[in-house]
């Protein structure tokens, strides 16, 4: 993998003079995050390749110190497995299709599946066999979170016990699983589900492999505050309390790599108060909208410094559909023109994962940018200082 290499956003720019999207990566902000997850969570950091599985993400974690994927699909898979041979994977969607599920065993030696139903306890037992580690998902409240995945997966926790012991009556390995929800900003979740776990330990009676934590660790989108490592201690403390001996595991994603990241877009029309750039919510941007998310943002004169007063912009995406607009505006300077650049913050989670290329529209170039990103915390203070109303 070729990946053009630059000491800032601003000579990039100058080099490329871009009119097309360009994804940015910060390794050294990514491999910063990694130490927090290393330093502060008392057992293993997985990472959920679902959140960014472009290619220098994974490099980038891997050597970092992230060794271990949380992988949902065989492309997952055999993508981790190709880039990265040494990595373990295992395989954390409840519901797996039978031929993902042979491959998985049988061509790249997969061992651990996550299940929330006995029916699908049966097809792992009659495909990969009883030499397997299978983790029960419990369902958790979704407080806290923009996305509950408990609505999707999950048993209640009687069913957990039921499952556990089933597991383990079977020759299999048991292991215990919750996702608390993504952009979970209440760690009074982790907590909850973390005494849950215990009271299902107990309950079922069986040793465990390990309980994984799964992710949902929030981004510091603009309004949110988030203290990573505060989280993690609280963790950690409720760890040691409820006297969960076993190993931890946790898979955050969108923690691990969204302000390693950020997305440089340029103007192509400005009318009024409203921009028509080159992404949009088919692109890198649709999880803005879903999540209601504010995004911290910075903008670049071409060929000239931009010197007007910040301001509130509409945002149209490139395609050609009504419907390709952010909900939220940008906050930028008020002299922006046709030609100019905007550089977007903290887009490495379920961006370019999420982008379809509908109407031709690709973010196909992905840079990095070698050092700290020193100017999201001024882009936090100026977009919530002009307290930019969602309605
Ligand atoms: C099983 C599982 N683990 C981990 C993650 C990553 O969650 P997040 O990006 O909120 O940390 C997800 C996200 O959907 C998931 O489904």
Redesign the pocket.
């Known amino acids: 993998m070729k990946i053009q290499r630059f000491p800032s956003v601003r000579s990039m720019m100058d080099q490329l003079d871009p009119s097309y999207p360009i994804f940015v990566v910060w390794p050294d902000v990514i491999r910063a995050k990694v130490s927090v997850f290393i330093d502060h969570f008392p057992g293993e950091v997985l990472y959920?390749v679902?959140?960014n599985p472009h290619p220098l993400i994974l490099e980038t974690l891997f050597g970092a110190g992230i060794h271990s994927f949380?992988t949902a699909s065989l492309p997952e898979i055999s993508q981790v497995r190709d880039l990265l041979p040494d990595a373990n994977c295992y395989f954390?969607h409840p519901v797996k299709g039978r031929g993902a599920l042979e491959t998985a065993a049988d061509v790249y030696g997969l061992a651990d599946f996550v299940i929330d139903d006995a029916k699908e306890l049966d097809k792992i037992e009659q495909i990969v066999g009883t030499d397997a580690t299978i983790s029960v998902r419990f369902a958790t409240g979704g407080t806290g979170a923009v996305f509950d995945?408990s609505t999707k997966f999950g048993v209640s926790a009687a069913d957990a016990v039921r499952l556990l012991q089933d597991v383990a009556r079977r020759g299999m390995r048991p292991a215990l699983t919750f996702?608390v929800g993504?952009?979970c900003i209440d760690v009074e979740a982790y907590r909850t589900a973390l005494v849950t776990a215990k009271t299902i330990i107990e309950k079922a009676g069986v040793e465990l492999a390990y309980l994984d934590i799964?992710?949902?660790?929030p981004a510091p989108y603009t309004g949110v505050r988030v203290d990573l490592e505060a989280m993690l201690k609280v963790i950690s403390d409720t760890v040691t309390e409820t006297a969960l001996d076993m190993p931890l595991l946790c898979?955050?994603?969108?923690?691990l790599v969204v302000d390693g990241c950020s997305l440089l877009l340029q103007v192509h029309l400005r009318k009024g108060d409203t921009l028509y750039v080159n992404e949009g919510i088919y692109g890198c941007l649709s999880e803005v909208n879903i999540g209601k998310f504010i995004m911290p943002t910075r903008a670049f004169g071409r060929g000239r410094t931009l010197k007007g007063d910040p301001k509130a912009f509409r945002i149209f995406g490139p395609t050609c559909d009504n419907l390709d607009v952010l909900d939220s505006p940008f906050l930028v300077p008020d002299d922006i023109q046709e030609g100019d650049w905007i550089e977007v913050g903290l887009m490495g989670?379920y961006s370019l994962a999420l982008a379809s290329g509908f109407n031709g529209f690709v973010t196909e170039t992905v840079v990095a940018v070698d050092g700290p990103c020193r100017w999201l915390d001024e882009a936090q203070q100026i977009a919530e200082s002009a307290e930019i109303n969602l309605e």
Do not use: T, V, Y
Request: net charge neutral; hydrophobic share 25%; with cysteine.
């Open positions: 959920a679902k959140c949380d954390n995945l996702h993504s952009q799964g992710g949902g660790f898979e955050p994603g969108r923690a989670a």
